[in-house]
C-alpha cells in the first residue's frame, strides 16, 4: 500500500468516526432536551405495573377473606356478624347465599325481599320462587320463568284433577319453547289417568 492510499484510508475512518460521534451528540442533545419526559414516562410505566399488581393482590385477599366468612357462616347460619361482615365484603355473594338459604328453608319473606335485588338473576328466580311456594304465578305471565310458570300451573291443575284448565295452561306454552314436550307429557298423564 502507498502512503496515498494509507492515508485516504485513516481519511474515511476519521469521517466515520466523525460522523458516529456526531449522532451520539445528537442523541445526547435530544435526551437532555427531552429527559423529564422520558422520566415521567417510566414513573407512570412502574405506576402502572405496581397498581396493576396491587389491584390483583386486594381482589385475591377480598376472595380469601370472603372465603373464610362464607365457611363460616355455613359452620353457624345464626352468626349474624358474620353475615354482615360478608354484606360489607362481597355484597354479590351475601345475596347469593341469602337466597340460597332462603330457597332451602321455603322463606317467602326473604324471598319477597330478594325481588328487589339489584342482581337481575336473584331477582328473577326469586319471584319464580315465590310463585311456585304460593302456588300464584300471576306475576310471572312474561318474563324468563313464563313458560315454566305455565307448565307448573298445568301440573298442579292435572293434580288438583282439573284437566281443562290444566290443559288451557299447558297448551299456552309456546311451540318453540324447549318445556313443550313436557308440558306435552304432563298433558297426556293428565287425561289418561
Given at each position: 500500500m502507498s502512503i496515498k492510499e494509507n492515508l485516504q484510508v485513516v481519511k474515511e475512518e476519521i469521517s466515520s468516526d466523525e460522523k458516529m460521534l456526531?449522532?451520539?451528540?445528537?442523541?445526547?442533545?435530544?435526551?437532555?432536551?427531552y429527559k423529564f419526559l422520558f422520566i415521567a414516562l417510566i414513573v407512570a410505566g412502574l405506576g402502572w405495573i405496581a397498581?396493576?399488581?396491587?389491584?390483583?393482590?386486594?381482589?385475591?385477599?377480598?376472595?380469601?377473606?370472603?372465603?373464610?366468612l362464607m365457611e363460616k357462616i355455613q359452620s353457624n347460619i345464626e352468626d349474624e356478624s358474620a353475615w354482615n361482615e360478608l354484606k360489607k365484603e362481597n355484597v354479590p355473594l351475601y345475596e347469593m347465599m341469602r337466597f340460597s338459604y332462603a330457597i332451602k328453608n321455603n322463606n317467602t319473606q326473604e324471598l319477597e325481599q330478594m325481588k328487589s335485588s339489584k342482581n337481575p338473576f336473584i331477582a328473577t328466580y326469586?319471584?319464580?320462587?315465590?310463585?311456585?311456594?304460593?302456588?300464584?304465578?300471576?306475576?310471572?305471565?312474561?318474563?324468563?320463568?313464563?313458560?315454566?310458570?305455565?307448565?307448573?300451573?298445568g301440573y298442579l291443575l292435572v293434580s288438583k284433577k282439573d284437566y281443562p284448565q290444566a290443559l288451557n295452561k299447558l297448551n299456552a306454552i309456546a311451540n318453540t319453547s324447549e318445556l313443550k314436550d313436557f308440558a306435552l307429557r304432563i298433558g297426556h298423564y293428565g287425561i289418561t289417568q
Open positions: 456526531e449522532s451520539v451528540f445528537r442523541i445526547e442533545a435530544f435526551i437532555k432536551k397498581w396493576f399488581y396491587a389491584g390483583d393482590y386486594f381482589k385475591e385477599q377480598k376472595a380469601i377473606k370472603s372465603t373464610a326469586a319471584d319464580y320462587e315465590v310463585a311456585s311456594i304460593t302456588e300464584n304465578f300471576t306475576s310471572l305471565k312474561e318474563g324468563a320463568f313464563s313458560d315454566l310458570a305455565l307448565l307448573q300451573e
